[in-house]
């Protein structure tokens, strides 16, 4: 039994993982942590779904180089680290360090995230090291800066739990942060008159128990904020001591809320929503004291994003709602380190322990402190440009590291396109078939969650360990010791750990080291963690920094009203509104918004092999209000092309009246493993925010088309299927199930033999038992190959869209053994017994279909979410699909009345 901490969202959730007994060796149970202090016991499906994603099918496990030809070899440590670093020296010598860049992760461990810090902006002597937290945090990052002269998070969850209202601005929280959701969901049905808002241009799973929801247009923050601000000013809601003792900048902020429109009229038409809507919000907002504000990517990932950071702060600070249990903003971080990535400086314009790069002192310090031979002297390149240097042949040599910039960069043609132009490409991985590891030179094998070892820090500021429970897999190292050989190989000292604790160490010292000294003062210090050894590092128990001292730790920033700008106070900053860069045109008229679902993480290199996962969304697809799919001549459940001046996908339209009018909603997740062409980073614009340099992946104008195809199927298969060339069909998906994949086809023109084409496709050339029952008149094709009663596979190709129920076929490849019945069933294209379709998965955690429930609640009468958790168990684990049961409850009750 093993206490470590869950490696998705910033939550940061403890787990305990139990690996199988003798009996079952491979049975890892997954539990949460009930000392653990963000979940307190609770797991949402991703984290219940751990032991699906640990296996070893598909993980690199010994080192790769390609040839120019691209041809690939599996080669040794040596050999591969050997080739790094003598390619990176030649760069260096014949271009200067600068050639040379780093993109790296906030999924790395803070062991691994400081080590190639160290490496490049201390003995490389470049700040080109950025991170995907730049397309994620960065604006927080900056606005938190701003506002209170240092990346600071003040409060924690249980303020989201002791407030009267909270206010969750472009946040998903019920699919993204769904332990603090459901924790949130809890205090209110402790506390009923708790409040609720929810601000998003969607209406998201998270609306579902909201109070209130503010469809805000996109981009429209600030306005929204600055109207506020204005409104509580006008109402005399100002802690006037706070302000003038603990701030400055109060009145030129006022000034620009006002100049901007800040009267209710003007702020409704820019935010497109009811003047009587918004006054409400202002109104409850203004009466209420105890107010968290929650802000995620709606906020951060737009050109204004750090202005709409500093316009929530703006009002927090103005009403001294801070640094008191139950109140303050709260940015909540997505990825599980992303935190710490911030702590040991892995932006490219931040130095380690949070002192600045552009601070010659701060430089100095940590350059002494290292005893470096040299030190960045400036910022480097930020995420989008450091790729647009690649692109351009400025940056020589890249090595990517956790993170897959093919799939999540904006305008990720282009990125693809750079990496085929950069002399060397390294990318650390777990895979060596993600779409940034296929067009790696070299690929390095890294050790993964359960088998790596170290610290995360979450949302609320807490570090947890993640510690290894499993056995290293093949040769994969963790990340931390290959930088350090290659960072040998150069000649460089300094990086001699052997262990992850000695790297800690030297991280919680330096975080210490004349944090007293003036002008260096900052609130990151995590000195009483120094001098760990192995055990004592080991029984770490999670905590909240500062910990300046052993044992003390601090739940909550700012209680003593002090803020890190020199003269101790925070700011407020003036932010003039501004609309996203690019504005829809005739061309393109309509706003693509991009984001994520419920049971999928990032490109799916991980979640995306657990079949549980892959059945609440399976297919990739665009959100879009029935009325301008009309418009736009698309239908529900087709196939449909969007294009924006910068790429193009193909996904399923689904209709909702969800989607807010002129806009789309496109899920982030598919890669080019996964499906033919769904890559919506493709499309999206490279735009940027001035100051933090996060993409506006919220705002791209695109169009939408029909993609018309002719015939359509489902083919289920044990392997993987290899779709060459011209026999590729024009749309393919593949869907993790348990024990196969499901591959979801549509093609163009007639599919002149597909029986030879089925066949061939399948590799079933001599199938011992192979039922088939050809084209019928409908032009229908169906057949399925079995071996000793067990299906191996099956293909169903239709002219229509109408193919047999997937959850039933699901079942039937479950089986051991099918039935005759079966058999017959699989001839006819549909179960023979209705009752076994269970439909589409509500409930991942206990696989529980839409019939299954909307049966339930028919024949026995249910009314509330609880009870058809009595009767079939869903929504009863994570909770996260409790919105959708209440939606098929409300179905139900409709369908009777009619
Ligand atoms: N299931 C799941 N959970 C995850 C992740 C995952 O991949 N899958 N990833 C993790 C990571 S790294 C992150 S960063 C977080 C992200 O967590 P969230 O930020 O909650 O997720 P998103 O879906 O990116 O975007 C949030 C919402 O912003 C809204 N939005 C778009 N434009 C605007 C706007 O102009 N204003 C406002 N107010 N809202 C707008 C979108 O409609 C969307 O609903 O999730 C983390 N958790
Ligand atoms: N359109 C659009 N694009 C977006 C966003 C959006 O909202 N819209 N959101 C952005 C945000 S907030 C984020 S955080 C990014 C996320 O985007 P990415 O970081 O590109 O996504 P991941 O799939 O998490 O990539 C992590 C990679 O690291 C590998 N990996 C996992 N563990 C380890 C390890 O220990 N070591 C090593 N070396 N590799 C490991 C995984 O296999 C995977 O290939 O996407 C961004 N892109
Ligand atoms: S909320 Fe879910 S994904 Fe996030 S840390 Fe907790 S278990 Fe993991
Ligand atoms: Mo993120």
Not at 67 to 93: E, H, K, P
Not at 483 to 499: D, I
Not at 602 to 615: C, D, E, I, N, Y
Request: proline share 6%; net charge negative; charged share 25%.
């Amino acid at each position: 039994m093993t206490c470590t901490t869950c490696p998705y969202c910033g939550v940061g959730c403890g787990v305990i993982a139990t690996p199988g007994d003798e009996s079952a060796p491979n049975r890892l149970r997954i539990e949460g942590d009930p000392d653990h202090p963000a979940n307190q016991g609770r797991l949402c499906v991703k984290g219940a779904a751990l032991a699906e994603t640990v296996g070893l099918e598909g993980r690199l496990l010994r080192p790769l180089m390609r040839d120019d030809d691209g041809q690939a070899q599996t080669v040794s440590w040596d050999r591969a680290l050997d080739r790094v670093a003598t390619d990176m020296r030649r760069i260096i010598d014949q271009h200067g360090p600068e050639a040379v860049a780093f993109y790296v992760s906030g999924q790395l461990l803070t062991e691994d995230y400081y080590v190639v810090n160290k490496l490049v902006k201390g003995w490389l002597g470049t700040a080109n090291i950025d991170t995907n937290s730049r397309l994620c945090m960065s604006s927080a990052v900056a606005g938190h800066k701003r506002a209170f002269g240092e990346d600071l998070v003040g409060g924690n969850y249980q303020d989201l739990e002791e407030a009267d209202l909270v206010v969750l601005v472009g946040s998903n929280t019920a699919w993204c942060h769904p332990i603090v959701y459901q924790r949130l969901m809890q205090s209110r049905r402790e506390r009923p008159e708790k409040r609720i808002v929810v601000v998003d241009p969607r209406r998201t799973a998270t609306c579902e128990q909201a109070d209130m929801h503010l469809p805000v247009k996109a981009g429209s923050d600030v306005w929204l904020f600055n109207g506020l601000l204005t409104y509580l000013e006008e109402h005399g809601v100002v802690d006037t001591g706070f302000v003038a003792n603990h701030t400055g900048g109060a009145a030129e902020a006022l000034a620009v809320a006002r100049a901007d429109g800040g009267r209710l009229e003007a702020v409704a038409k820019a935010c497109g929503v009811p003047v009587a809507q918004l006054q409400a919000f202002y109104a409850l907002f203004a009466r209420t004291r105890k107010v968290v504000t929650v802000f995620s990517q709606g906020v951060n990932q737009s050109s204004s994003g750090t202005d709409k950071v500093n316009s929530i702060i703006n009002c927090h600070l103005f009403t001294g709602r801070l640094g008191e249990p139950g109140m303050g903003p709260f940015s909540i971080t997505g990825q599980p380190n992303a935190m710490g990535g911030r702590e040991v400086g892995g932006l490219a314009n931040t130095l380690a322990a949070h002192l600045e790069l552009d601070e010659p002192a701060h430089r100095q310090l940590v350059q002494e402190f290292w005893g470096s031979p040299s030190i960045a002297r400036e910022p480097g390149l930020k995420a989008v440009d450091l790729f647009d240097a690649v692109h351009d042949g400025r940056i020589k040599a890249l090595w990517v590291m956790a993170t897959n910039p093919v799939v999540s960069l904006p305008d990720a043609d282009r990125v693809r396109e750079a990496l085929r132009r950069c002399e060397l490409v390294v990318v650390s991985d777990l895979f060596a078939d993600t779409d940034t590891a296929a067009e790696a030179r070299v690929v390095l094998p890294a050790l993964g969650w359960g088998e790596k070892d170290g610290t995360v820090t979450n949302s609320e500021r807490c570090l947890s360990r993640q510690k290894a429970f499993l056995p290293s897999p093949g040769e994969a190292k963790p990340d931390w010791w290959a930088v350090s050989e290659v960072a040998r190989r150069l000649g460089f000292e300094g990086f001699g750990f052997e262990q992850p604790h000695q790297i800690f160490d030297e991280h919680a010292r330096l975080s210490a080291w004349r944090n007293d000294d003036d002008g260096m003062r900052r609130a990151f210090h995590i000195g009483g963690l120094a001098g760990l050894d192995a055990e004592g590092y080991d029984r770490l128990r999670p905590c909240q920094w500062p910990v300046p001292q052993a044992g003390e730790h601090t739940p909550r920033l700012f209680q003593d009203r002090r803020f890190f700008h020199g003269d101790g106070k925070a700011r407020l900053v003036p932010t003039a509104p501004r609309a996203p860069v690019n504005a829809v045109d005739d061309e393109f008229p309509l706003v693509l918004n991009t984001g994520r679902i419920r049971d999928q993480w990032h490109t799916m290199t991980r979640t995306g092999r657990a079949p549980r996962l892959a059945s609440h969304l399976p297919e990739p697809f665009v959100e879009m209000h029935p009325y301008e799919a009309m418009l736009c001549g698309v239908q529900d459940g087709a196939l449909v092309r969007v294009a924006s001046r910068w790429g193009a996908m193909v996904a399923r339209l689904r209709c909702t009246a969800d989607q807010p009018r002129r806009t789309v909603f496109v899920p982030i997740h598919w890669n080019d493993q996964r499906a033919s062409d769904a890559r919506v980073g493709a499309l999206v614009n490279p735009v940027v925010d001035p100051l933090s340099g996060e993409p506006e992946f919220k705002h791209t104008p695109v169009m939408v088309s029909p993609f018309p195809v002719d015939w359509h199927g489902v083919v289920y298969s044990r392997s993987p299927l290899q779709f060459e060339g011209s026999e590729a069909p024009a749309y393919w998906v593949c869907i993790q199930g348990d024990g196969f994949l499901r591959y979801e086809l549509a093609g163009r023109g007639r599919l002149e033999e597909p029986h030879q084409w089925s066949r061939s496709l399948l590799g079933f050339e001599q199938q011992p038992q192979w039922l088939e029952v050809g084209e019928d008149s409908a032009g229908d094709y169906r057949a399925a190959a079995l071996a000793e009663g067990r299906l191996l596979a099956c293909a169903y190709l239709s002219p229509r869209a109408e193919l047999p129920s997937r959850s039933w076929l699901n079942r039937l490849f479950g089986k051991e053994r099918v039935s005759e019945a079966d058999v017959v069933g699989l001839k006819l294209g549909r179960s023979v017994d209705p009752a076994d379709d269970v439909g589409a998965t509500v409930c991942s955690c206990f696989s529980v279909g839409r019939n299954t429930i909307l049966d339930a609640i028919r024949d026995n009468g249910l009314t509330s979410v609880e009870g058809v958790g009595r009767c079939v168990s869903a929504g009863t684990n994570c909770g996260s699909c409790q919105p959708e049961i209440r939606a098929l409850i409300e179905e139900a009750r409709l369908a009777e009345g009619a």
